[in-house]
């Protein structure tokens, strides 16, 4: 059920095509703005990651964001994982190490294992859209890694995050 | 036992004159920890004699019992018998004049074999009687342990309670921005000396534990990008992954008999607590709920496991037994726990607690009961006990700030920051340090 569910956000992301706002950057939190809307018809076919992932060309993310104490994927999230699929199916050698991190508020272990759970659900996500799990790989920060230094509402939604590192694949 | 390839050899309990009969015992002088009336009690440390060794033992001493709050040192400026005659004889009316309740008193030799043998007394001022008499032997270099060792005879002496300077601190070391923390292993006497760093800061490396031994530390590191357990040996300097396994291993801690890692295991994003024995290399599952099951810490008797789990929908604090049975969630208030750590004494769970946007150290009873919230602040975390269960190590951090380590006793006060070069987090305390 849930699998069908994905495809049809998946058709749904792909059906609004060039002209719509879908594609663009999608997390207000985020440091990578969006703007580039109506940029998005296929970037992937030929962009490297770093293109296809920058602030000014196509404007997805390298990376998704959760709320406080929680590794469900927001709809934002799902269609930049989405972005990354067709990335990844544009590179079929390259491979992707997916991160996941928590912000300052919560105890070191406990944050290391939230940690996985994020990176897990953006891993399980790509499955979902086809992507063979052998090219994926997760790994926890907890709270070591923050993105960004201070200790306010918005350093914290940034911090929160499972971030794509890809490997191979012109990135 | 070895120390860093030295033989050291402690001397039991000697000495001598004016055993405590029943009637004088009642007028020592004692500390009751966690008294309501408690005061500092007034003591005068004199340098031992007979090396200029002395008066660095003194200083350690006088600091280490300073340290504790629970005594209030008499400045030597004070003293009007001289330590050399003290050591000798005693007067007391000229140590009860300057308000002395105890005295302490030592000589200090040097052995044909060129170690070094420190005889100290304790005494009872009042009663004019001695409470503690006894030799320490060791090697010059390891004066310092010489001192914490008489700190301990002196300590347990006066409050009943055991000794823990002779204990060291393993720690993260923290230095650069925030963004990219440099973490490093680092180790020192219980009171900052013989402060050094174990790694070099290339990998990040988080939550060291001793062994009971005192010879081992388990810790997590990230090697390769791989984060996984590792068990380091201070007398070798050598590094092993314990176990390999495809996820991430985190959290771990000894055994009591030092036999076990107990540690979280994450496959697919599920964490559940697993032990690995040392020797067989046989790993156990003793969690299996796809909730986060993590921080697992044993009871002294090695018969029970405290951890953390958040399959309440929060995280809450439970306690199951060794083989995963009977699982009971022990903390009862609102707000999330976590960290339990079981006390060495076994009748204590300290804890982290976070509620109402702020950290809290805590401790509770093994079922639960008469939670008591030491500390707080804006993060504060991580806590670890002395041997004797008496005193707790923190780290805690402002907003912004930096983190460092602190102590405090469990009777919440005395809340002092350790002594460490920079910034520090994740202390653990080790046992008592085997001769």
Same mark, same amino acid.
């Given at each position: 059920?849930?699998?069908?569910?994905?495809?049809?956000?998946?058709?749904?992301?792909?059906?609004?095509?060039?002209?719509?706002?879908?594609?663009?950057?999608?997390?207000?939190?985020?440091?990578?703005?969006?703007?580039?809307?109506?940029?998005?018809?296929?970037?992937?076919?030929?962009?490297?990651?770093?293109?296809?992932?920058?602030?000014?060309?196509?404007?997805?993310?390298?990376?998704?964001?959760?709320?406080?104490?929680?590794?469900?994927?927001?709809?934002?999230?799902?269609?930049?994982?989405?972005?990354?699929?067709?990335?990844? +199916?544009?590179?079929?050698?390259?491979?992707?190490?997916?991160?996941?991190?928590?912000?300052?508020?919560?105890?070191?272990?406990?944050?290391?294992?939230?940690?996985? +759970?994020?990176?897990?659900?953006?891993?399980?996500?790509?499955?979902?859209?086809?992507?063979?799990?052998?090219?994926? +790989?997760?790994?926890?920060?907890?709270?070591?890694?923050?993105?960004?230094?201070?200790?306010?509402?918005?350093?914290?939604?940034?911090?929160?995050?499972?971030?794509? +590192?890809?490997?191979?694949?012109?990135? | 036992?070895?120390?860093?390839? @030295?033989?050291?050899?402690? %001397?039991?309990? @000697?000495?001598?004159?004016?055993?405590?009969?029943?009637?004088?015992?009642?007028?020592?002088?004692?500390?009751?920890?966690?008294?309501?009336?408690?005061?500092?009690?007034?003591?005068?440390?004199?340098?031992?004699?007979? =090396?200029?060794?002395?008066?660095?033992?003194?200083?350690?001493?006088?600091?280490?019992?300073?340290?504790?709050?629970?005594?209030?040192?008499?400045?030597?400026?004070?003293?009007?018998?001289?330590?050399?005659?003290?050591?000798?004889?005693?007067?007391?009316?000229?140590?009860? @004049?300057?308000? *002395?309740?105890?005295?302490?008193?030592?000589?200090? #030799?040097?052995?044909?074999?060129?170690?070094?043998?420190?005889?100290?007394?304790?005494?009872?001022?009042?009663?004019?009687?001695?409470?503690?008499?006894?030799?320490?032997?060791?090697?010059?270099?390891?004066?310092? !342990?010489?001192?914490?060792?008489? /700190?301990?005879?002196?300590?347990?002496?006066?409050?009943?309670?055991?000794?823990?300077?002779?204990?060291?601190?393993?720690?993260?070391?923290?230095?650069?921005?925030?963004?990219?923390?440099?973490?490093?292993?680092?180790?020192?006497?219980?009171?900052?000396?013989?402060?050094?760093?174990?790694?070099?800061?290339?990998?990040?490396?988080?939550?060291?534990?001793?062994?009971?031994?005192?010879?081992?530390?388990?810790?997590?590191?990230?090697?390769?990008? !791989?984060?996984?357990?590792?068990?380091?040996?201070?007398?070798?300097? #050598?590094?092993?992954?314990? &176990?390999?396994?495809?996820?991430?291993?985190?959290?771990?801690?000894?055994?009591?008999?030092?036999?076990?890692?107990?540690?979280?295991?994450?496959?697919?994003?599920? =964490?559940?607590?697993?032990?690995?024995?040392?020797?067989?290399?046989?790993? /156990? !599952?003793?969690?299996?709920?796809?909730?986060?099951?993590?921080?697992?810490?044993?009871?002294?008797?090695?018969?029970?496991?405290? %951890?953390?789990?958040?399959?309440?929908?929060?995280?809450?604090?439970?306690?199951?037994?060794?083989?995963? /049975?009977?699982?009971?969630?022990?903390?009862? &208030?609102?707000?999330?726990?976590?960290?339990?750590?079981?006390?060495? #004494?076994?009748?204590?769970?300290?804890?982290?607690?976070?509620?109402?946007? *702020?950290?809290?150290?805590?401790?509770?009873?093994?079922?639960?009961?008469?939670?008591?919230?030491?500390?707080?602040?804006?993060?504060?975390?991580?806590?670890?006990?002395?041997?004797?269960?008496?005193?707790?190590?923190?780290?805690?951090?402002?907003?912004?700030?930096?983190?460092?380590?602190?102590?405090?006793?469990?009777?919440?006060?005395?809340?002092?920051?350790?002594?460490?070069?920079? =910034?520090?987090?994740?202390?653990?305390?080790?046992?008592?340090?085997?001769?």
């Amino acid at each position: 059920m849930k699998y069908v569910k994905l495809i049809a956000v998946l058709v749904f992301a792909a059906g609004l095509g060039a002209c719509s706002s879908v594609d663009k950057k999608t997390d207000g939190a985020g440091s990578k703005g969006g703007s580039g809307a109506g940029n998005g018809s296929r970037p992937a076919a030929t962009a490297s990651w770093s293109d296809y992932t920058s602030k000014t060309k196509n404007g997805y993310s390298d990376r998704v964001f959760f709320s406080y104490d929680r590794h469900e994927l927001s709809a934002e999230a799902r269609q930049t994982i989405e972005a990354w699929s067709r990335w990844l +199916r544009a590179h079929p050698d390259a491979t992707i190490l997916v991160e996941g991190h928590t912000d300052e508020r919560g105890t070191r272990e406990y944050n290391l294992a939230l940690g996985a +759970r994020r990176a897990t659900a953006v891993k399980n996500y790509l499955t979902a859209l086809g992507t063979s799990g052998r090219r994926l +790989r997760t790994i926890s920060y907890g709270k070591e890694r923050p993105s960004v230094a201070g200790s306010t509402e918005r350093s914290w939604s940034e911090n929160r995050r499972g971030v794509a +590192r890809p490997r191979g694949g012109g990135s | 036992m070895k120390i860093n390839g @030295v033989v050291l050899k402690w %001397f039991a309990p @000697v000495l001598l004159v004016g055993l405590a009969t029943p009637a004088l015992a009642q007028n020592e002088p004692r500390v009751v920890i966690g008294d309501p009336e408690f005061k500092p009690l007034p003591i005068a440390i004199t340098t031992p004699t007979g =090396s200029a060794m002395g008066k660095r033992i003194a200083a350690v001493v006088s600091a280490n019992l300073k340290g504790t709050g629970l005594f209030r040192i008499i400045d030597p400026a004070a003293f009007i018998q001289k330590a050399a005659a003290a050591s000798v004889r005693p007067r007391f009316p000229d140590w009860k @004049v300057i308000g *002395a309740e105890a005295l302490v008193t030592g000589r200090i #030799r040097t052995n044909p074999n060129g170690e070094i043998r420190l005889e100290y007394r304790l005494w009872n001022v009042a009663g004019g009687s001695q409470m503690v008499g006894r030799a320490l032997e060791g090697p010059a270099k390891l004066w310092r !342990r010489l001192a914490h060792k008489m /700190s301990d005879g002196i300590y347990k002496r006066l409050t009943g309670e055991g000794g823990y300077f002779d204990t060291r601190i393993v720690y993260i070391a923290e230095s650069g921005p925030v963004t990219r923390r440099i973490k490093r292993l680092a180790i020192m006497d219980q009171d900052g000396a013989n402060h050094r760093f174990l790694t070099d800061g290339r990998h990040l490396v988080l939550t060291p534990r001793f062994s009971p031994n005192t010879q081992e530390i388990t810790y997590l590191a990230y090697v390769n990008s !791989r984060p996984r357990v590792y068990i380091y040996n201070l007398d070798s300097g #050598r590094r092993e992954a314990v &176990g390999s396994f495809p996820g991430m291993t985190f959290a771990p801690r000894f055994s009591p008999d030092g036999n076990k890692i107990v540690m979280s295991i994450e496959r697919a994003g599920n =964490s559940e607590i697993y032990t690995m024995d040392l020797r067989t290399r046989v790993t /156990s !599952r003793l969690t299996n709920n796809p909730s986060i099951d993590t921080s697992p810490s044993y009871s002294p008797d090695g018969k029970r496991i405290t %951890f953390n789990s958040d399959r309440s929908g929060r995280q809450k604090i439970y306690v199951m037994n060794a083989d995963g /049975s009977g699982v009971v969630r022990i903390s009862n &208030g609102v707000g999330r726990y976590a960290t339990p750590v079981w006390s060495p #004494r076994g009748d204590r769970i300290a804890f982290t607690k976070m509620e109402g946007g *702020a950290f809290k150290i805590g401790i509770m009873d093994p079922d639960g009961d008469n939670e008591k919230i030491l500390t707080n602040g804006f993060l504060a975390e991580g806590p670890t006990w002395a041997p004797n269960g008496r005193v707790l190590m923190f780290f805690k951090q402002g907003r912004g700030g930096q983190a460092q380590i602190y102590t405090i006793d469990i009777t919440g006060r005395n809340e002092q920051r350790a002594k460490t070069p920079a =910034s520090g987090s994740d202390p653990a305390w080790s046992p008592l340090l085997k001769n």
